[in-house]
């Protein structure tokens, strides 16, 4: 029997990051527990994996993390209010076909023995899906926020999840998943998936990090960085959270673990004394952390 991989969490990239397999720079990534427990029972059911949490709460740097502890390659499919399912498995250029086939015709009216015949394979381009089900190896695929799409999409995707095969309608090829790719689904929970799609999915829930879970984030992207500054950082951070979330009546954006990452880097490129003397007396850089005017108003000073 194939032993099947298994993701830890534990085999990460350098602090301060380095480069994958596709030249991307990625950072250590620090799952918990129960989220390391749903990506292997995904594995070992061969379903995919729903993930919904606050923006910015690190879904979409799953992916990455679970191909680079695995040593495989990835394919991301950003989904978009215009996308439809066959987008993820090919796109058919029937264009450039029906341009070759009006040269071919002419031309074979006037040099028939030297005209090749048309493949109409090779106007297919495949999409992420379809790159992962026709690889030799197991491959990790994202689709990242599959809620921005139209309500009709997952239900599109429903036999291509469940059964791991699709039909090129083009050239009546079939294409079966050689090595069921480990697929991750984000959602920011703009809108409600289907049942049915629902059903074909494990689900998991990514929590706002703890006070210790930043800390360890923020070591991880910014090694060697003074205890101090970290920990008096995510104190005004988590104190302006707290405070947003109290006000926030009318569902307004809250700051994200990605926005902390984004202001602590800009903290860094000023003294550690001066920035411990501004977090003492202010908000410094408030246009990194505040994305509304109104809460430029009540946070911003």
């Known amino acids: 029997m194939k032993q099947l991989k298994r993701y830890t969490g534990k085999v990460r990239p350098k602090e301060g990051g380095e480069k994958d397999r596709q030249g991307q720079l990625i950072f250590p990534y620090l799952p918990s527990d129960e989220l390391v427990e749903a990506v292997n029972l995904a594995i070992y059911l061969k379903r995919p994996l729903l993930l919904k949490g606050v923006p910015g709460c690190g879904k979409t740097e799953l992916a990455i993390a679970v191909a680079y502890e695995l040593n495989l390659p990835y394919h991301i499919w950003p989904i978009k209010s215009i996308t439809n399912a066959r987008d993820g498995l090919y796109f058919y250029d029937a264009v450039a076909r029906l341009r070759d086939a009006q040269l071919t015709s002419y031309n074979r009216l006037n040099l028939p023995s030297e005209v090749p015949e048309i493949n109409p394979s090779s106007y297919i381009k495949w999409g992420p899906l379809?790159?992962?089900?026709?690889?030799?190896?197991?491959?990790?695929?994202?689709?990242?926020e599959i809620d921005k799409a139209d309500l009709d999409?997952?239900?599109?995707?429903?036999?291509?999840?469940?059964?791991?095969?699709?039909?090129?309608?083009?050239?009546?090829?079939?294409?079966?998943?050689?090595?069921?790719?480990i697929i991750i689904i984000t959602s920011n929970n703009e809108k409600e998936l289907p049942d049915?799609?629902?059903?074909?999915?494990?689900?998991?829930?990514?929590?706002f990090p703890q006070e210790?879970?930043?800390?360890?984030?923020?070591?991880?992207?910014?090694?060697?960085?003074?205890?101090?500054?970290?920990?008096?950082?995510?104190?005004?951070?988590?104190?302006?959270?707290?405070?947003m979330e109290k006000k926030n009546n009318y569902g307004a954006k809250i700051?994200?673990?990605?926005?902390?990452?984004?202001?602590?880097?800009?903290?860094?490129?000023?003294?550690?004394?001066?920035?411990?003397?501004?977090?003492?007396?202010?908000?410094?850089?408030?246009?990194?952390?505040?994305?509304?005017?109104?809460?430029?108003?009540?946070?911003?000073?």
Not at 130 to 144: C, K, P
Not at 213 to 235: D, G, H
Not at 284 to 300: A, D, I, M, N, Q
């Open 153 to 181: 999409f997952p239900n599109d995707l429903l036999m291509e999840l469940d059964r791991k095969w699709f039909r090129v309608e083009e050239t009546g090829e079939r294409v079966t998943a050689k090595e069921p790719p």
């Open 255 to 301: 700051v994200s673990t990605s926005e902390l990452i984004d202001w602590f880097q800009v903290l860094k490129l000023s003294p550690e004394a001066t920035i411990l003397a501004k977090l003492e007396e202010t908000l410094p850089y408030p246009g990194v952390l505040l994305k509304s005017r109104e809460h430029h108003r009540l946070y911003g000073k």
């Open 212 to 243: 210790k879970e930043l800390q360890a984030i923020i070591n991880s992207r910014f090694p060697q960085t003074p205890e101090r500054l970290v920990n008096k950082a995510i104190e005004k951070f988590l104190d302006l959270r707290k405070a």
């Open 196 to 207: 049915a799609f629902l059903r074909r999915c494990l689900f998991h829930y990514i929590e």
């Open 130 to 144: 379809g790159e992962a089900f026709r690889s030799e190896i197991q491959t990790v695929v994202l689709i990242d």
